[in-house]
């Protein structure tokens, strides 16, 4: 199993970018689908998670500014982001919870994608 992000990118303050995190491998069943964020110097943080059910959760300072959805024909989750900040400056990755053919549950990572807020 594994996870590949994608759609990082150099954007404008106020600028829009999408992110992809798609699933490939022998899978079951994804659960839980989470966005997280590291900033230079900082630890890493959650910025976005959906469940099984599409239940959503974010960060307060990404909240009407991100929008994390997931299309499980293709086990692939997104992550709009609108109104880019330059505080959005990170690598961002994604992480799953997934159940592969084997019954086998563990916790997968992504490999960051850059996301760079200029102003």
């Known amino acids: 199993v594994q996870l590949q992000a994608s759609g990082g990118g150099l954007v404008p303050v106020g600028g829009s970018l999408s992110l992809s995190c798609a699933a490939s491998?022998?899978?079951?069943?994804?659960?839980?689908v989470g966005w997280y964020r590291q900033a230079p110097g900082k630890s890493r943080e959650v910025v976005a998670v959906i469940n099984s059910a599409g239940v959503t959760n974010y960060r307060g300072s990404v909240k009407g500014r991100f929008t994390i959805s997931r299309d499980s024909a293709t086990n692939t989750t997104y992550l709009q982001m609108i109104s880019l900040k330059p505080e959005d400056t990170a690598v961002y990755y994604c992480?799953?919870?997934?159940?592969?053919?084997?019954?086998?549950?563990?916790?997968?990572w992504g490999q960051g994608t850059l996301v760079t807020v200029s102003s």
């Open positions: 491998g022998n899978i079951l069943n994804i659960n839980s």
């Open positions: 992480n799953a919870e997934i159940r592969d053919s084997n019954w086998r549950l563990r916790n997968y």
